[in-house]
């Protein structure tokens, strides 16, 4: 570890973290565990996280948009609440078979991607749209580009659509195979025009924006789950229990972080960066239970 590195521990969750995000509206950090308790934690990691929810079943995915909140869960259940009125939760029936990613619309509603090949547009708790994808099996990531969303499914494919809103059309779609045995993480890169994923065969995948392959790297031994930018790096995390960093003007291997210098001793799941203009935090975790934060 470098002289102006430091990493702070996490520790509470029962289960496996599936997911994490940084609020800046309230300057905290969020996960999501395998014990169905979803989390809140000070900026730097200390005292002690205060659990919002708690459900019989896994939290899978989380999501954060200005005051508005959002949760996902194993069976299905979405949680809607305000990050001033955490009291006041909303329960939905949204999915029959989880929920795995969560996006903003651009009409400033919630879209969940579930495991019954669905994405759903909510209005507060009303349903106000949804679309199928036959043969995805799950819906595995979301993320808006400057002129179309792109959509990683567990079956391996990955769909360019247009921005999904209320009434939007999913006629005019590309799809195209991106990682075989499935597609979990993907950002759009603005200054190079480029579409990057992952997945489970351990490669990140560089795009043109209507999906076509740039560049194809053989990045980790295991899937890679999560993907996120510093501004300067790509960072992976991966089933291979390692975190690693790529130079995003040309995805040059920068360095490795194991269990030796302070990183998780089992599968990465969840991964979350926080960006200051001297230094930048990333918060990971995964089945070995604890949170990370690894500030440089």
Known sequence: ???????AHLSGHQGAIYDALWDPKTRTWLTAGGDGIVAEWHAKGTGEGHALLHHEK???ALGVHGNARAAGTENGELFIWEANQPE???RIEAHNNGIFAMAWSRDSHWLTGGGDERIALWRGTELRDEWSLPGAEKIRCMVHGP????????AGKAFLTPHLEAGCSMRSVTAFDAHSGGCYAALWLPEKKTWLSSGRDGCIRASTPTGEEILSIPAHEGAIYRMVSDGNHLWTASRD??????RLNDLT????????????TRSINALA??????????????DDRMGRLFTY
Do not use: D, Y
């Open 253 to 264: 291997f920068v360095r490795k972080i194991t269990h030796r210098e302070g990183g998780s």
């Open 58 to 60: 896994a939290f899978f």
């Open 1 to 7: 570890m470098g002289t102006h590195e430091t990493t």
């Open 241 to 246: 229990k390692t975190l690693k960093a790529w």
């Open 88 to 90: 006041a939760v909303n």
């Open 273 to 286: 960066c926080r960006m200051q203009p001297k230094s930048s935090t990333l918060l990971f975790g995964g």
């Open 147 to 154: 002129n179309s969303m792109f959509i990683g499914t567990t």
